[in-house]
């Protein structure tokens, strides 16, 4: 996968499936990868249930989509937002998507956009089906956007040394990504890790944890030696980690 910045971005918002309370949080988590040049938002207006919208979508520029429930049990919703987004595709006038779903539906669209050298970013909740999870190129859990800011997601959902190491899953994707990044001594280059897990795991994302950074999450397992070095002339430093397995 190419860099994860991108210029021109569509946002596809399923209303069904996505909560008011996350799209301040959205919008400020879409501009890290470029500009949302087009905003929908697709739902039946005339339920009740989308009532909280309205305020939203004037304060963010978001066009509703207007979709009638033609059948009860269908989502028509889906169908629409689909079709849109292939219109869009073909357009060609943009380096990525946002998809804001919950819904597995949203699978085969994700997979369709990056066969055709396109990024997808999805954001959905953590109940969200693993397959649609990772058809994405990244996938962001809108539970950590609800947060005002960074301090609150540290407040409320941070993990301690124990928990992040008994978590196998987390352990061996950072030591697999060190691993794969490391010179000849065993250091890494931090933004090197952070790229191979990237590539590993489009839903890994430092905040499910309760940290701001990923370099706070890695120092918090315990588990990797840390060393910041100099680089070049300007007074600039980066950071290098190191398996504490390794001698």
């Not at 990244?138 to 609150?152: A, H, N, Q, S």
Request: proline share 2%; glycine share 8%.
């Amino acid at each position: 996968m190419s860099e994860l910045k991108m210029e021109k971005l569509a946002v596809l918002i399923d209303a069904d499936n996505a909560q008011p309370s996350i799209v301040e949080g959205l919008m400020t988590e879409i501009a890290k990868y470029g500009t949302a040049n087009v905003k929908r938002i697709y739902g039946d207006w005339t339920a009740p249930g989308l009532k909280g919208w309205k305020e939203v979508l004037l304060r963010y520029s978001i066009q509703p989509i207007q979709q009638f429930g033609y059948t009860t049990g269908k989502n028509a919703t889906d169908s629409a937002m689909i079709i849109d987004a292939m219109d869009l595709l073909y357009a060609g006038k943009f380096d990525g998507f946002c998809i804001v779903s919950s819904d597995s539906d949203f699978t085969k669209l994700a997979s369709r956009i990056r066969e055709a050298g396109l990024v997808v970013y999805g954001f959905g909740e953590k109940k969200t089906p693993e397959p649609f999870v990772a058809a994405c190129d990244k996938f962001i859990f809108t539970e950590v956007l609800r947060f005002k800011d960074d301090d609150d997601v540290e407040k409320i959902s941070r993990k301690t040394s124990v928990e992040l190491k008994q978590d196998f899953r987390l352990v061996n994707l950072l030591r697999n990504a060190v691993e794969a990044s490391s010179d000849e001594s065993g250091w890494a280059h931090l933004a090197a890790v952070g790229n191979n897990i990237a590539k590993q795991s489009s839903e890994f994302d430092p905040r499910n944890y309760g940290y701001k950074k990923l370099g706070g999450l890695v120092a918090a397992t315990k588990l990797f030696q840390i060393e910041e070095r100099s680089v070049g002339d300007g007074g600039s430093k980066a950071t290098y980690i190191k398996d504490t397995r390794k001698k």
